[in-house]
């Protein structure tokens, strides 16, 4: 009866460590803010995959977009409230913009 029950121990620990592993490998959503017309933070490091959930904390539109030769997006005007999520599925270092403050500057360094 012992041994049986350290048998299910030890199957149930090494599905622990499984699950674990599983959830650790999957991809990672990080959020990034638009207020006061600035991105928050202003630079960013993910890894291949990775997810940024932007939101809209202003009381106004956004537009933000990445135009590089390995990635790009250009979203819709996002209405404040709305977070807007964008996956990053290449290496290398992206200028996240908005169209329509150009002052507003995300570096995202994917790795
Ligand atoms: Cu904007």
């Given at each position: 009866?012992?041994k049986?029950?350290?048998?299910?121990?030890?199957i149930?620990?090494?599905?622990?460590v499984?699950g674990?592993?599983?959830?650790?490998?999957?991809?990672?959503t990080?959020t990034?803010?638009?207020?006061?017309?600035?991105?928050g933070?202003?630079?960013?490091?993910i890894?291949?995959?990775?997810?940024?959930?932007?939101?809209?904390?202003?009381?106004?539109?956004?537009?933000?977009?990445t135009?590089?030769?390995?990635?790009?997006?250009?979203s819709?005007?996002q209405?404040?409230?709305?977070?807007?999520?964008?996956?990053f599925?290449?290496?290398?270092?992206?200028?996240v913009?908005?169209?329509?403050?150009?002052?507003?500057?995300?570096?995202?360094?994917?790795?």
């Open positions: 009866m012992e049986l029950d350290r048998k299910w121990i030890a149930t620990a090494l599905a622990f499984a674990f592993t599983t959830l650790a490998a999957a991809a990672a990080v990034v803010s638009q207020k006061n017309r600035t991105f933070p202003g630079n960013i490091t890894a291949k995959g990775d997810v940024i959930r932007f939101t809209n904390d202003d009381e106004f539109l956004h537009q933000i977009y135009k590089a030769s390995g990635f790009s997006f250009d819709d005007e209405s404040p409230g709305h977070p807007l999520v964008v996956t599925p290449t290496a290398g270092v992206f200028e913009r908005c169209g329509i403050h150009p002052k507003m500057l995300l570096t995202v360094t994917v790795k």
